[in-house]
């Protein structure tokens, strides 16, 4: 993205920032191993080709069903029930129907916190065994960002003359239940703050937009932050990375009742990175608030002064999968929908998209930009062509000053020919 500065009639190009392309750190994929030697799922996510779960093995008689904690007396806490209505099986239901039935044991055994939990026998007689726990495992997660707790897992299977008689799943977890509980309460304290801003009878649009705006404008990206991979580091610390803003997102909109989900795979570098699939009237979009943040991309260069950059750019917000593909690339367990509408894109949306340099809606744009009180715009084009038109009228032919006044300061903008949008904004420096 290339940023400058308009003063008088004259260009003036500030400098060149550069573009942050590195996703998220590769530790951030979720588990992809298989069986083999014991590993925290924190090693996994460092290395996650080798690192796997415990595996045990035994040909001995599987012991009676598991107990489940609380049936001994102690209290049993649960997370994943409380309020689980709003909660989007978007990974669930990408799953077969036998799949399924674990995925409830591992969902029910995660949620309370329980030890050991036997995985149905109903799975192992449709043909499942402990290959099968991996995938499971990680959409159980995908689907649910309020399993901050969970660390990883480990199993045990019985077989007998070679046939697998049953399966016991273990949970591992980064902390105790209380201290848990104690977490919980104080992600859904933020977590309601943040809710507090939208109203109910909002718009699907009006509260993927408005979460995409809340969580860029009350979050900073830290790769030294802690708790980074969960929602605790958002609501709580204000400091994450890609994982953690995009189950935040998930967590805030399914409380919406927007449906939305986790999406795992690489950016343009080959690194880790998460964001999320919404549906918006129907239709799905891809929405990227850690993208969205300006802070996180871009940085300019030693010993050249910040141009104040508005926070939040909107090339991430709801956009379709052609769009996405520039600078992303889908991976994960679960198969993605090809998002295609244009409706719910923020450009589209905010009449900010032009087919070719229409004088009439760019003033449109501006004279709503100012009478909402903004203090930047941005322009989207439909292609190359467009970009290039705009671009040249805009900066090249000094045009920019027909619409926004540089009375108060200096015009900078920002213009990003991958995603062939334009940022203009008045800035104090002279």
């Known amino acids: 993205m290339k940023k400058g500065a308009l003063t008088g009639r004259f ?30 799922l924190e090693a996994a996510l460092e290395n996650p080709q080798t690192a796997v779960p415990k595996q ?9 069903e598991t107990q489940a904690s609380g049936e001994s007396g102690e209290e049993t ?45 109903e799975g ?8 099968c726990i991996d995938q499971i495992f990680q959409c159980v997660l995908i689907d649910h960002p309020e399993l901050f707790y969970v660390e990883g897992y480990t199993y045990t299977k019985y077989e007998r003359g070679g046939s697998l008689l049953a399966i016991d799943f273990s949970g591992t977890y980064s902390m105790d239940s209380q201290s848990a ?23 699907e649009y009006e509260k993927v937009k408005y979460v995409y705006e809340t969580l860029i404008r009350n979050t900073d990206y830290d790769l030294n932050s802690v708790d980074n991979q969960n929602i605790y580091s958002v609501f709580v610390n204000h400091l994450s990375v890609c994982q953690g803003y995009a189950k935040a997102a998930q967590y805030l909109l399914n409380r919406l009742g927007v449906e939305c989900t986790l999406v795992m795979g690489t950016v343009d570098t080959g690194e880790g990175h998460a964001w999320n699939l919404v549906k918006v009237d129907g239709s799905y979009y891809y929405v990227d608030a850690t993208w969205g943040d300006a802070s996180y991309r871009l ?26 593909l520039r600078t992303h690339t889908l991976g994960g367990v679960v198969p993605m929908p090809e998002c295609t509408a244009v409706e719910a894109n923020y450009y589209v949306r905010e009449g900010a998209l032009f087919t070719s340099y229409d004088r009439e809606q760019m003033k449109a744009l ?7 009180g903004k203090s930047d715009v941005t ?51 002279q």
Request: proline content about 2%; overall charge negative; hydrophobic content about 40%.
């Open 181 to 203: 509980l104690t977490r919980k309460e104080a992600i859904e304290a933020g977590a309601a703050v943040y809710l507090s801003g939208i109203a109910a009878e909002s718009s």
């Open 56 to 64: 045990e093995e035994t040909d001995a008689q599987p012991p009676g």
């Open 366 to 372: 501006f004279d709503r930009a100012a009478s909402q």
């Open 299 to 324: 940085e300019s260069p030693e010993g050249v002064e910040d141009a104040h950059m508005p926070d939040i750019n909107y090339d991430y917000l709801c956009v379709t999968t052609r769009e996405l």
């Open 77 to 121: 806490v649960s997370f994943l029930w409380e309020g689980a209505s709003f909660v989007s099986h978007f990974a669930f239901d990408s799953l077969t129907d036998a799949q399924k039935q674990w995925y409830r044991d591992i969902e029910k055994s995660l949620g309370a916190m329980e030890e050991t939990a036997r995985l149905s026998q």
């Open 11 to 40: 260009v003036l190009l500030l400098f060149l920032l550069v573009l942050l392309w590195t996703g998220c750190a590769a530790s951030e994929l979720f588990w992809e191993g298989g069986a083999g030697e014991t590993a925290s």
């Open 124 to 131: 192992i007689e449709a043909g499942l065994d402990e290959t």
């Open 379 to 429: 322009v989207k084009c439909s292609d190359s062509a467009c970009f290039q038109e705009i671009l040249s009228a805009l900066i090249e032919g000094q045009e920019i000053f027909d619409y926004l006044s540089s009375e108060s300061g200096t015009i900078a903008y920002a213009h990003n020919e991958k995603q062939l949008s334009l940022t203009f904004w008045v800035t104090n420096e």
